[in-house]
């Protein structure tokens, strides 16, 4: 059985667009139910629906935490999502969203955890003078940055790195991670 993939992204979408390819090409067993965004404009959302995939649009203007994840959540549940993949997905998840889907929400970040957790991981990694940064695949809990590893990959910091070099080198390596990640993830597990 394909697993079902829930995306949430806020963004560019372009780790979901290398998720998408890579289960197109065949490497990855897999769907993708849908894509659910907080983001009404995000281009990632826009891609999705051209790629054919549901895509949702969840106002959190105005809203309590728990009633924005509810809708999330109906979304995901009503199109038969097992996983979640957070994809550039700004937002802590509250304790109704992890309740849904335990143990079974993945995210992508832009530093070898837990290394500079949170925003701007790569500028906190040339700011701090690291050698070697990276990405890591993590299962997601109530903390920010902070669920159990599942894979990491590493890229040497250049010595005229900027934040965009650096940032463009981690996230090519993003995208030939999180699919594998994903594949380990899930393969040899039944979801129902
Ligand atoms: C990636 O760097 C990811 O690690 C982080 O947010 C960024 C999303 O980029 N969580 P994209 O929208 O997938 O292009």
């Known amino acids: 059985m394909r697993v079902r993939l829930g995306v949430l992204l806020s963004g560019r979408g372009s780790n979901f667009l290398a998720i998408l390819n890579h289960i197109r090409k065949g490497r990855l067993q897999a769907s993708i139910a849908c894509v659910v965004s907080d983001t009404d404009s995000a281009p990632g959302l826009q891609a999705a629906r051209q790629a054919g995939i549901p895509a949702f649009f969840v106002d ?24 979640v993949c957070l994809a550039g997905f700004m937002r ?57 590893v599942l894979a990491q990959a590493v890229v040497p910091v250049l010595p005229d790195d900027t934040e965009d070099s650096l940032s463009n080198r981690i996230l090519e390596m993003e995208h030939d991670t999180y699919w594998r990640a994903i594949r380990d993830f899930t393969e040899n597990k039944e979801f129902a």
């Open 92 to 148: 802590i998840l509250g304790k109704r969203f992890l309740a849904a889907f335990p143990g079974r929400i993945i995210n992508i970040h832009p530093s070898l955890l837990p290394a500079f957790p949170g925003l701007h991981a790569q500028r906190q990694a040339l700011d701090y003078g690291v050698r070697y940064a990276g990405c890591t695949v993590h299962l997601v809990d109530a903390g920010v940055d902070s669920g159990p």
């Open 60 to 83: 959190p203007a105005g809203r309590k935490r728990g009633e924005f994840e509810e809708e999330m959540v109906a979304c995901l549940a009503g199109q038969g999502a097992q996983v």
